[in-house]
């Protein structure tokens, strides 16, 4: 078994990223992360930590009462830590998508009694994802092949390329011009300009969700400042790119009832 401090640091990142999507907020996430950890600090008997243990333990903290001020009454407590998670079927499908969790895997980390339950959850959410309304997409890419692989994809899937930019000021033009519903961001672009910076300045007038596809995850994923809540990792699997843009919709459309 790996020392417990290595597999921590190891694993932050990717636990930051999945519970960024569950989540569909960066603070959110990132408080769940703390939650788990702190909780295994405290453990009477911390098992011994592998990369299912953390998600695990991700997956058990917020269950938990986190002492912090808010309801006392547990079952409210619960209620309100389960609200700000995607439904199980959801965690099924983000733990074998993004993460590549096994269905063996899957039902270790959610406590469920068989692979066959986690198999049955996946399929589920994948119904969900065909009957899915499609969306209008911009693709913020500076190599043209990756940039028309993904647009092929993404109209493959049913949703509607509304145009591909090469610079962060191309794609703020085309932002303001064409009003995506998704957005799909590389971070470095080919003229030193940043798909961060376009992110930025595209969220600053219209309200989107951004998938960012880079082959640097783990810079995005440090927890110091405001960051991506949904990254996916170049070279990307066509299936992670389809499960992350599917979760980002469907957070908008849940987050946004919730803000009605």
């Known amino acids: 078994m790996q020392d417990t401090a290595e597999v921590v640091r190891r694993e932050l990142p990717y636990l930051r990223r999945y519970a960024r999507a569950l989540t569909g907020d960066q603070a959110a996430g990132d408080a769940m992360v703390h939650d788990a950890l702190t909780?295994?600090?405290?453990?009477?008997?911390?098992?011994?930590?592998?990369?299912?243990?953390?998600?695990?333990?991700?997956?058990?903290?917020?269950?938990?009462?986190p002492g912090s001020a808010g309801p006392r009454d547990p079952e409210a407590v619960i209620a309100l830590r389960l609200d700000r998670l995607a439904p199980e079927r959801r965690q099924a499908l983000l733990l074998s998508a993004l993460e590549r969790f096994d269905a063996e895997q899957i039902a270790f980390v959610l406590d469920l009694p068989a692979a066959d339950d986690a198999l049955a959850l996946i399929d589920q959410a994948r119904a969900d994802m065909r009957a899915?309304?499609?969306t209008r997409v911009l693709i913020i890419e500076d190599e043209p092949v990756i940039a028309l692989d993904i647009a092929s994809h993404i109209e493959q899937v049913g949703h509607r390329v509304v145009g591909i930019?090469?610079?962060?000021a191309e794609a703020m033009?085309?932002?303001?011009?064409?009003?995506?519903?998704?957005?799909?961001?590389?971070?470095?672009?080919?003229?030193?300009?940043?798909?961060?910076?376009?992110?930025?300045?595209?969220?600053?007038?219209?309200?989107?969700?951004?998938?960012?596809?880079?082959?640097?995850?783990e810079r995005l994923l440090t927890g110091q400042r405001p960051e991506p809540t949904f990254v996916v990792t170049k070279p990307f699997v066509v299936d992670t790119l389809s499960v992350a843009i599917s979760q980002a919709l469907i957070t908008r459309q849940r987050l946004g009832r919730r803000a009605a």
Do not use: K, M, W, Y
């Open 165 to 168: 930019a090469a610079t962060a």
């Open 39 to 65: 909780a295994l600090t405290r453990a009477a008997a911390p098992p011994q930590l592998d990369r299912l243990e953390l998600f695990r333990a991700l997956h058990r903290a917020a269950r938990e009462d």
């Open 132 to 134: 899915q309304e499609a």
């Open 173 to 217: 033009a085309l932002a303001e011009r064409e009003q995506p519903g998704l957005v799909l961001a590389d971070i470095q672009l080919g003229d030193g300009s940043s798909g961060i910076d376009a992110a930025n300045a595209i969220l600053s007038s219209l309200h989107v969700p951004i998938v960012f596809v880079t082959a640097f995850p």
